[in-house]
């Protein structure tokens, strides 16, 4: 492997986190930039599958859009394979946490990506991302759990302590 093959890979490592942050902040034009116009997904083991960046975007924003349904994805341990000098792979840990607050429920699992990629006028894209679950959970949150933050409302704590009139 050479110099120049692991700044590459350190490129689409940033790709793949950077679609974790624009995904759970709902930034989804910002989202659509990392796609191929023709690229594919295919979630939870191909149970949702989609064809062009289109209709994958119009899929996570109209099923993570609602602000009272908050999404933590995290990723990593990724093994990335140049193949080319504009093409890659790569797999990917995820493990994440849905919390739908009307509801009072909470979604979590862990599942491995699987993704290819494209480097198109000196940028890495997704040609095609989806996952295959390990496990997904679900259950109600327990009453005594409050959301005290979010990314909404400023993402300033209610629970900081403040410095009392002077």
Request: a negative charge; zero cysteines; proline letters at 4%.
């Amino acid at each position: 492997m050479t110099p120049e093959d692991l700044v590459e890979i350190e490129a689409i490592k940033r790709l793949k986190y950077r679609y974790a942050r624009l995904l759970d902040t709902k930034d989804f034009d910002g989202l659509s930039e990392l796609f191929m116009e023709d690229a594919t997904a295919s979630y939870s083991g191909g149970q949702l599958s989609y064809d062009g960046r289109d209709a994958i975007i119009g899929f996570l924003r109209t099923a993570l859009g609602p602000k009272t349904m908050l999404t933590s994805h995290l990723v990593g341990q990724p093994e990335i394979e140049l193949i080319g000098p504009d093409r890659a792979e790569g797999r990917w840990a995820l493990q994440d946490l849905v919390i739908l607050t009307e509801q009072s429920l909470e979604i979590r699992g862990t599942a491995f990506y699987e993704d290819r990629y494209v480097k198109q006028d000196g940028a890495w894209k997704f040609a095609h991302t989806g996952y295959r679950r390990v496990y997904e959970e679900m259950g109600p949150r327990s009453p005594e759990l409050s959301i005290t933050a979010s990314w909404w409302d400023g993402g300033a704590s209610s629970i900081v302590a403040r410095e009392p009139d002077a």
